[in-house]
Every structure is written in C-alpha cells, then in structure tokens.
C-alpha cells in the first residue's frame, strides 16, 4: 500500500512530493533543534497555521529575529507575496503591517491591537 501523502493546512501536497526529502532537511535546521530543546517536543509540522512544505519547495529557510531573543522565525510569505502563515496565525498580521508600511512592526514596538487602531480608528 502506498505512502499518504500528507497535506499541510495551506497547500495540498502536490503528487510526488518528496516527503523523506522534507523531513530529512527540516528535522536537521538549527530551528527544528531550537524548538526541541526549548519545548521538549518536535514542532507539529502538519499544522493549518503554516505550510512548512510551502516554505520548503519556496527556497524559504528560518532565520533568526532579533525582536524575539533572536530565536529563529519563518517568513510569513514567499517571495511571491504567498502567504505561508494562515490567516489566524497569531502573527500572520505582521506581514501585512510590513507591506502596508515598509517596516517590521516590532522595530517600532507597534503590537496587534495598535495596527488595528490604525486600521480600524485611522489613528
């Protein structure tokens, strides 16, 4: 019986996917080995809230945040302007902070609910 392939919560897996290939490169990034070490649990990697796979077949690595104890951190889009991040992810906003206004919200301390104010009461 074949392998299922394994659908993330944003794209479904194209037929032919390299899985084992995926898997081996994720599973050995210095952000795969962060978040064991710090959680004490491997990352869900079939999470709805980001497409791994996506990022993967994107060219997208991790890379460290300076604004989050320079933890590592994924893009929330390709270059394209895909979002990889879902729509409730708690911080796929920020990415459409920076389109808007040129600039990583947390270099500014700007928080959610103050670009909602901007949004929303054209503050």
């Known amino acids: 019986m074949p ?20 898997q081996n490169w994720i599973r050995n990034t ?12 491997e990352p869900d990697l079939n999470t709805s809230d980001y497409d791994y796979r996506k990022a993967w077949l994107s060219g997208i690595v991790p890379e460290r945040d300076p604004y989050d104890q320079n933890r590592y951190h994924w893009a929330s889009s390709t270059n394209s302007g895909e979002m990889l991040k879902a729509l409730d992810h708690p911080t ?18 700007i928080t959610k609910q ?5 949004i929303f009461n054209g503050e």
């Open 30 to 41: 210095d952000w795969f080995k962060e978040f064991v070490k710090e959680y004490k649990e």
């Open 3 to 22: 392998q299922q392939q394994p659908t993330s919560g944003l794209l479904n897996v194209p037929t032919g996917f390299d899985e084992q290939g995926f």
């Open 114 to 118: 103050m670009y909602e104010n901007m």
């Open 92 to 109: 796929a906003w920020k990415e459409y902070f920076m389109r808007d206004y040129g600039v990583n919200p947390d270099s500014l301390g």
